[in-house]
C-alpha cells in the first residue's frame, strides 16, 4: 500500500480546459466527470482545477482515491489526512460546532460522550417509534389505487417526525416546515460560499454574511425554543429522548457534561445530518424497487414473514447505487503514497463512494440493482463499500438510520406496491446527494 515517496508515480489524469483545466467539466456534471476519470485512468486521479499554473487559489489538483486500499489509508489516518479547509469548515459557520464539524479535542470528548447513545442496542429502543411515524406517514397518505406520489416528500415527512421525536420525545410538526424551507438556503449558501476564491470573514457585513447569519439566527430561535418547551415538560433530563440523555450524558473519562451551547449545536447537526441522508437515501432505495417488480415482490414477500434482512439489504444496494453522502474530502498534511503514486502535501483528497461503489473489480455488473450482493458472506474489502464513511468519523447514526429506513420501507411495501418504472430519477449532488424535484411513483394496495 504504502510505498516510498520518492519512487511513487505521478498521478494521472484528465488535464479538460487549457486555462480553466477541470473546473467546467466538474461544475457541469461532477458525478459523471469523476466516473469518467476513473474508467479512463484508474483508481487514483489527478483532476487539475484552474490556470495550468499559479498560487493555490487560482490553480490546483483534487486527487481522487477510488481504490479501497486507498481509501482505508484516507479516512483511517487522520494525522495525515485531515479535515483542514474542507467543506466542514464552511458548515461549521453555518451549524456551529457540533459532533459534524467539530475538531481535534472538543470532538473527541463530544465523539466519547455521545457514542453509547448510538450502539446498536441503545438505537433499538427507537424501533416502536419508528414503527409508530411508518404507520402514521402510510397511513396519512389513505390512497387509491393508482395514486402518483411524490416519494421524497414522503420520506423527509417521516425522517423529520423520526428524528424529532427520537430527539425530543414530542413530534415537531410545527418546525418541520421552517426547518424544511431553511435547508435548500443552507444548501446554496454554503455552496456559494465554498466555491469563493477569497473568503471574507463573516463579521463583514456583505449581503451574504447579512443572510448567512440571518438563517443562523433562524435555526437557533428555531432549536432554542424546542429545547426550552421540552425543558418547560419534563425537568430536561429523566426522559429517553436523545435530548434528555444529551443533558445526563457524561464524558466517560473526564465525567464532564455537555455544555448548553455544546447541546443545542449536536441538536442542530443531529436535526440536519440525520434527517437530509436518510430521506433521500430512502426515496432512491424505494425508486429502484419500483423499477424492478420482481425484486420488490421479493422483498415485500419476505418482510412480510416479519423477516427484514432483504428489506435492509435492498436499502444497503440502494445506497450502493445512489450514496447521500457521494464524495468526502480530506487535505494530505505531509507528502504521502497511495497505490504507488506521489501525493504532496496540501493536495485537496476525494474519496467517493458514488464511484467505488461501481468498481467493477468488487461489483461485477456494477449498475445492476440487486439487493443480494449483500446476502450471506461477503468476500468484499472493507471499503468497497462506505456509505456511512470509516475510520474515527465514521456516522455516528449508522445503526440509527439503517433501522429507521428499514422500517419505513417494510410499512410501505406492506400496503403498497411501487411503480416507478415510467419515472427517471435525477439526482443532484449539492452538500448531500439529492434527488432533483420529485421522486414519483404510483402506488397500488397490495
Ligand atoms: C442514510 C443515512 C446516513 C448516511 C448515508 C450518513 C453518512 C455519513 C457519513 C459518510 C459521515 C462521515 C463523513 C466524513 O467522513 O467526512 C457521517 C457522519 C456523521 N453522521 Fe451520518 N449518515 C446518515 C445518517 C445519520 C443520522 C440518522 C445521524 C444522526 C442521528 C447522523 C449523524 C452523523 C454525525 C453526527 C456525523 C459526524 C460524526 C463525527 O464526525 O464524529 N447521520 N454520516
Redesign the pocket.
Known sequence: MTTQVSKAATVPGPTGHPLLGMLPALRDDLLGSILNGFHEHGDVVAYHVGLPRGPRAVSADVVNVHHPDGIHQV?TTPQVFS?RA?A?EILREFIGE???T?EGDR?LR??RT?QPL?TPHRVGRYVELMADEAARVVDDMALTTGSVVDLYQLTQRYAMRV?GR?LFGDDIDDVVPRLQELMPILGDLALARALQVVKLPLSWPTPRSRRIAGVRATQYEIVDRIIAERQSRTGGDEHEDMLGRLFAARDPETGQALSVADIRDQVL??LL???E??S??LAFTMHLLGRHPEVQERVAAESGTGNSELVRAAVMEG?RLY???YS???MSESDITISGYRIPANTKVIVA?WVTHRHPQFWPDPERFDPGRFLGRQERPRYAY?????????????H???L??TVLLSALLARYRIDTRTERLAVVPRVTLRPAGEVRATLTVR
Request: glycine share 14%; proline share 10%; aromatic share 14%.
Open positions: 479516512l479535515r474542507s466542514y457540533g459532533l459534524l467539530s470532538w463530544q465523539r455521545l448510538f428524528v427520537a447537526v443531529f445530518a440525520g434527517h441522508t436518510t433521500a437515501g445506497m450514496p447521500p453522502v468526502m474530502e480530506r463512494p462506505f456509505p456511512f464513511g470509516g475510520g474515527p468519523r465514521s456516522c455516528i447514526g449508522e440509527f438510520a439503517l429507521e429506513m
